[in-house]
């Protein structure tokens, strides 16, 4: 896995118009509410609102106020979902935002190591979203097992 770059508008805006990328990107919104248009879909957004876009997809947004967002481009994102889109909401302690700016803070200060630091940091978010990614289809015979053991 390969961060490519670490990003944050740098103000707030109306609209964001619609632009491809190579890779994945993952967008948390922090300021605002809108639409996200994303291929042939619509997502709303708010505040905390973190957005997965697949490479080669067209996406943009849209707000009637301003919105404001951060942004981490990537070339994998393996994450246990059938979304095409996978869309997740930061939770009460705004955790995924913390680690964003960790990795901003870390991708424009490039101190010795500083790829293996982000690549860390992108893996705990990646972990995060895996653990948000609701519950996953339990083994019968492990369950029988555990059933018969308690």
Not at 68 to 90: A, C, E, M, N, Y
Not at 128 to 149: A, H, R, T
Request: aromatic residues 12%.
């Amino acid at each position: 896995m390969k961060v490519n770059y670490v990003g944050i508008a740098p103000y707030p805006q109306s609209y964001a118009k619609a632009h491809i990328h190579d890779e994945w990107e993952i967008i948390l919104n922090l300021e605002g509410y809108g639409i996200a248009r994303i291929g042939n879909k619509q997502y709303e957004f708010a505040p905390g609102t973190i957005t997965c876009i697949p490479p080669g997809v067209s996406h943009y947004k849209s707000a009637k106020g301003k919105f404001k967002d951060i942004f981490l481009q990537v070339d994998d994102l393996i994450l246990p979902t059938r979304d095409t889109v996978p869309v997740f909401s930061d939770d009460e302690e705004s955790t995924f935002e913390a680690l964003m700016f960790m990795a901003l803070r870390v991708f424009y200060k490039k101190n010795p190591n500083y790829r293996l630091i982000l690549e860390s940091i992108y893996e705990t978010m990646r972990q995060l979203l895996i653990s948000w990614c609701g519950d996953k289809p339990k083994n019968q015979v492990v369950e029988l097992f555990k059933n018969e053991i308690i």
